[in-house]
Nanobody, 122 residues
Framework: QLQLFESGGRLVQPGESLRLSCAAS?????SGWFRQAPGKEREFVAA????????YFADSVKGRFALSRDQSKNILYLQMNGLIPEDTAVYYC??????????????????WGQGTQVTVSS
């Protein structure tokens, strides 16, 4: 069973940047990030294929967030720039089976981390 461990969440001010990390216990295919704000359902943020050259993003974060992978260490990074209060949420790392590139539904991802809190507030 693949295990995922997120880190990097904290309190930041609007306009600041933050990088989240997701360390996997093994190699992953498509992997990415979801988030859940208070009182809302969990939503797709971004994901990328196994070698990191085909990222895709939710419209709400496109142009502000970026993904990168360190395949040697099985780590996925979410670089978040220009943070706004609406980005406040628990961010979850998730991994999907091979052949899932392009998936945005939670049901397509079968491994999940425990989440890391990101709070954007002045």
């Amino acid at each position: 069973q693949l295990q995922l461990f997120e880190s990097g969440g904290r309190l930041v001010q609007p306009g600041e940047s933050l990088r989240l990390s997701c360390a996997a216990s093994g190699r992953t295919a498509t992997s990415g990030w979801f988030r859940q704000a208070p009182g809302k359902e969990r939503e797709f943020v971004a994901a990328v294929n196994w070698n990191g050259d085909r990222p895709y993003f939710a419209d709400s974060v496109k142009g502000r967030f970026a993904l990168s992978r360190d395949q040697s260490k099985n780590i996925l990074y979410l670089q978040m720039n220009g943070l706004i209060p609406e980005d406040t949420a628990v961010y979850y790392c998730a991994a999907a089976p091979p052949g899932s590139w392009g998936a945005r539904a939670e049901s397509a991802f079968n491994s999940w981390g425990q989440g890391t809190q990101v709070t954007v507030s002045s």
